[in-house]
């Protein structure tokens, strides 16, 4: 016989002595749990995955032998916060240094003195110019004879008002119409009664307003005025009241007119070189 039949009769007689490997065996699975301190040598072998558990507050060797095929996980476990410590809560926290006042020097002492003096009266100023800024009570309505007539004339834009006042009970008619037919915006009517409101009369006289000019923005601006007038025929002591809201001011704005050559009152048309 030749040496290759050798050789192959050889590695038949091998192969016939090994054991058939199982096509189901499963690699088995060993967990260690390393106790603190300690130090532990685990053997491998090539069916078998270890996993070794190692809390994390502990200090432990491990030595691990395996084999080629053999996998190796080493994982931490949590340590709750509360276990396995004597120590208080907050004990490994380094503590906060406190710095002691230091002295401080006569013209130190003054000078705070002076800024607290000076914060004093500012406060107590506040707090007078705050009293000033409230609004003072308003006096009672002047009672007016059933038989008195009063009339002023407002004007504003183009529109011009007359207003009458009487004895009554609020009742206000523009134009032989009620107030919220003639004026259905609120915003109109709040301006229209902003004087009786403001003087504390819009329920203790009645309004006959004869109106005539302009939009309605300028009619209620108008009104307005009129009725500011009649009020300081009715009572003198209101104009103070009435000036300082500028409800006696006639409001002069008004739209400029076009001059001619120009587009508006001064909007100029582009100019062109060439």
Do not use: C, W
């Not at 009570?137 to 038989?147: L, S």
């Amino acid at each position: 016989m030749s040496d290759e039949e050798l050789d192959q009769n050889a590695e038949t007689e091998r192969d016939e002595e090994a054991p058939a490997a199982d096509p189901e065996a499963v690699a088995e699975e060993v967990e260690v749990e390393v106790p603190a301190g300690e130090a532990v040598e685990v053997e491998i072998s090539a069916d078998q995955d270890v996993e070794v558990e190692v809390s994390a507050d502990q200090d432990v060797e491990v030595e691990v032998s395996a084999g080629e095929d053999a996998e190796v996980e080493i994982s931490e476990s949590e340590v709750p916060e509360t276990g396995g410590s004597d120590l208080p809560p907050g004990a490994d926290l380094e503590p906060i240094s406190v710095e002691p006042e230091a002295e401080l020097s006569t013209e130190q002492r003054a000078r705070l003195e002076a800024e607290e003096e000076e914060r004093a009266e500012r406060e107590a100023a506040d707090a007078e110019q705050g009293d000033e800024d409230a609004e003072p009570p308003r006096p009672a309505p002047a009672r007016i004879a059933k038989d008195a007539r009063f009339t002023a004339t407002g004007k504003r834009k183009r529109s011009v008002a007359r207003v009458i006042v009487l004895a009554g009970e609020g009742k206000i008619t523009v134009n032989d119409r009620e107030i919220d037919e003639y004026f259905p915006r609120p915003r109109h009517r709040t301006i229209v009664s902003s004087p009786l409101v403001a003087t504390g009369y819009e329920s203790n006289v009645d309004l006959r307003i004869r109106v005539h000019g302009g939009g309605i923005s300028g009619q209620a601006g108008a009104v307005r005025h009129g009725i500011a007038r009649a009020l300081t025929e009715v009572d003198p002591e209101l104009r103070s009241e009435l000036k300082r809201r500028g409800f006696l001011t006639r409001d002069a704005r008004a739209k400029e007119r076009r001059k001619a050559g120009l587009k508006k009152a001064r909007k100029r048309p582009q100019f062109s070189k060439r």
